[in-house]
Structure formats: structure tokens, C-alpha cells
């Protein structure tokens, strides 16, 4: 069991920044470092969609296509804490911004594949 608490989230103009930060709290036994992390975006009447993955140690890490050499993820796991770097930002990218832990092995894309989620932060870009 884990419990993910996500921050950064805000209003940016186009072209802006923002990093969002995923705070992890593992039950006792297990190690942040045991999981491998996701971000999710989810936009008004659209799916959920997989934003960047990395794997346990950040060696590893995965992008859509829409944001890739825009985006950067990267993990901490002494801090316990994944991150989301995200620049040029564009109106497209105005989500709720998720991130999510999974116990399965390198970097995973898919929702299903997740165990745990955080409670979502808001993501804004305007014009």
C-alpha cells in the first residue's frame, strides 16, 4: 500500500513552466524504490492518458509523443518523491495531472497496470 499526494499544479501561460511533485508515503516493508511511477493526465470529456513513466531506479523513463523533449520525469528516491518537469507548455496540455505507482517492474504505460493513485492536481495553460 501506498499513498501519493501530488503538488504543483496551477494557471501558467503558454510557453510557461511548472514542476509537479508526487509525494509518496509506502507502507512499512516496502520502499518507495520498490515501485515504479506514472504520470496520468486527464482533460475535460477525454480519457485518461499516459503522460511519462519511470522505472524503479530512474534509469529508465518513457514518454507520449505530445510531450516528449517538452517534459522531463524524474524520481528521488530518498525523498520519496517523483517529479514532473514541464515546460513550453501548451493550451493541449490543460489536465488534471495524476501520478501513480505500480509494483510491476520497468517502465509501465498503460492505467490497468497501476496499483495506486494520487487524488490529482490541476494543470492550466492559457493563451
Known amino acids: 500500500q501506498v499513498q501519493l499526494v501530488e503538488s504543483g499544479g496551477g494557471l501558467v501561460q503558454s510557453g510557461g513552466s511548472l514542476r509537479l511533485s508526487c509525494a509518496a508515503s509506502?507502507?512499512?516493508?516496502?520502499?518507495?524504490?520498490?515501485?515504479?511511477m506514472g504520470w496520468f493526465r486527464q482533460a475535460p470529456r477525454k480519457e485518461r492518458e499516459f503522460v511519462a513513466g519511470?522505472?524503479?531506479?530512474?534509469?529508465?523513463?518513457y514518454y507520449t509523443d505530445s510531450v516528449k523533449g517538452r517534459f522531463t520525469v524524474s524520481r528521488d528516491n530518498a525523498m520519496n518523491t517523483v517529479y514532473l518537469q514541464m515546460n513550453n507548455l501548451k493550451l493541449e496540455d490543460t489536465a488534471v495531472y495524476y501520478c501513480?505507482?505500480?509494483?510491476?517492474?520497468?517502465?509501465?504505460?498503460?492505467?490497468?497496470?497501476?496499483?495506486?493513485w494520487g487524488q490529482g492536481t490541476q494543470v492550466t495553460v492559457s493563451s
Open positions: 501513480a505507482a505500480t509494483n510491476r517492474p520497468g517502465v509501465r504505460t498503460s492505467s490497468y497496470e497501476y496499483d495506486f
Open positions: 509506502a507502507a512499512s516493508g516496502r520502499t518507495f524504490s520498490a515501485y515504479a
Open positions: 519511470i522505472n524503479r531506479s530512474g534509469g529508465n523513463t
